[in-house]
Each structure stands twice: as structure tokens, then as C-alpha cells.
């Protein structure tokens, strides 16, 4: 937690470090499930949590992203 995203790989591959606007720094290490890339079009970002309470308390939400490394 606090430094793992999963993605799309098609879209941000594995190791691709970025930043979300409001929340810091992470890095590509992880994939969102097949169905859940196909539902937004490869464009979602999972933010892991250490529990799911953390998970439901972050929520979804639209955020700005910027690569800083592929």
C-alpha cells in the first residue's frame, strides 16, 4: 500500500511510475482484472490498500495522472 497500482498493461505496462494528482506516487507492479479493462476502455487505475475498509474509504474517483517513467 502507498506505492502499488495495478492497470491495463496495454495502456501503462508493468514498472511505469506515475503520479495521481492528490494522492503521490506509485508504481505499475500489479493488472486490474480482465473484465474490470474492458468496462473502462483500459483507462482505470486500482490504487492498492492495506484493508478494504482503506479501499471503500479512498472510493472512486477522476483524477488527474501523470507518467513520470515507462
Known amino acids: 500500500a502507498g506505492r502499488t ?3 491495463d498493461w496495454a495502456m501503462l505496462p508493468a514498472g ?3 503520479y ?3 494522492l503521490g ?3 505499475v507492479e500489479d493488472k486490474v482484472a ?3 479493462a ?3 476502455n483500459g ?6 490498500c ?3 475498509q482503506e479501499a471503500l474509504d479512498l472510493g472512486v474517483m477522476r483524477k488527474d495522472v501523470w507518467v513520470l517513467e515507462w
Not at 43 to 48: A, G, K
Request: charged letters at 20%; zero cysteines.
Open 5 to 7: 497500482v495495478g492497470t
Open 50 to 52: 492495506n484493508d478494504h
Open 16 to 18: 511505469t511510475v506515475i
Open 25 to 27: 506516487e506509485f508504481t
Open 38 to 40: 474492458d468496462e473502462w
Open 43 to 48: 483507462w482505470i487505475i486500482d490504487v492498492y
Open 20 to 22: 495521481i494528482d492528490g
Open 34 to 36: 480482465g473484465w474490470v
